[in-house]
T-cell receptor, first 116, second 108 residues
Framework: DVKVTQSSRYLVKRTGEKVFLECVQD?????MFWYRQDPGLGLRLIYF???????EKGDIPEGYSVSREKKERFSLILESASTNQTSMYLC???????????????FGDGTRLSIL | AQRVTQPEKLLSVFKGAPVELKCNYS??????LFWYVQYSRQRLQLLLR??SRESIKGFTADLNKGETSFHLKKPFAQEEDSAMYYC??????????FGSGTKLNVKP
């Protein structure tokens, strides 16, 4: 069973701080994703990565960056946290296997981040 | 541009009643669609995908390319079906676009 682990369930930070959210998956998936989940807006893709050191912007990348130094780990960085980044952050991973088509995403439990 | 629309934010039904959660999509390519579910205090998980053509927990969903829809249906709702449901579209090979979600509330 795929395990996607996010380092924190709850996090409280102050405006202007640099914030790191960590995500680790144990299934050797090549694709990893960061979303934010807000009521009425659903899930919005921030960034995704399809390989080590590779990244692509999603729909709402402003104010965020990511790092993928190892295949199993995908970090989301808030360079200078602001109150409008208070949200639930979800990490996901998936694989695209030859002959099996695209596989669904597997999600972590989420990190509820509050910026004061 | 790809889009997924879930027109209902909240859907309330009584136990035993039929339920249909609507999903419409906009995509120029060949669509691959999924339904995800998030029960209270649990992680988001896959419910079903259209290419599998399967029934999970009594739910089914049929892709209608003419109407660009992928509605989720269950003939008899159960209280344990109460959850948040998201429709998702796979595009550009490995990226997903999610709808805004529908909260299903099944009343006893």
């Amino acid at each position: 069973d795929v395990k996607v682990t996010q380092s924190s369930r709850y996090l409280v930070k102050r405006t202007g701080e640099k914030v790191f959210l960590e995500c680790v998956q144990d299934m050797d998936h090549e694709n990893m994703f960061w979303y934010r989940q807000d009521p009425g807006l659903g899930l919005r893709l921030i960034y995704f990565s399809y390989d080590v050191k590779m990244k692509e912007k999603g729909d709402i990348p402003e104010g965020y960056s990511v790092s993928r130094e190892k295949k199993e780990r995908f970090s989301l960085i808030l360079e200078s946290a602001s109150t409008n980044q208070t949200s639930m952050y979800l990490c996901a991973s998936s694989t695209t296997q030859q002959g099996s088509g695209n596989q669904p995403q597997h999600f972590g439990d989420g990190t509820r981040l509050s910026i004061l | 541009a790809q889009r997924v629309t879930q027109p209902e934010k909240l859907l309330s039904v009584f136990k035993g009643a039929p339920v249909e959660l609507k999903c419409n999509y906009s995509y120029s390519g060949s669509p691959e669609l999924f339904w995800y579910v998030q029960y209270s205090r649990q992680r988001l998980q896959l419910l079903l995908r259209h290419i599998s053509r399967e029934s999970i927990k009594g739910f089914t969903a049929d892709l209608n390319k003419g109407e660009t829809s992928f509605h989720l249906k269950k003939p008899f709702a159960q209280e344990e079906d109460s959850a948040m449901y998201y429709c998702a579209l796979l595009y550009n090979f490995n990226k997903f676009y999610f709808g805004s979600g529908t909260k299903l509330n099944v009343k006893p």
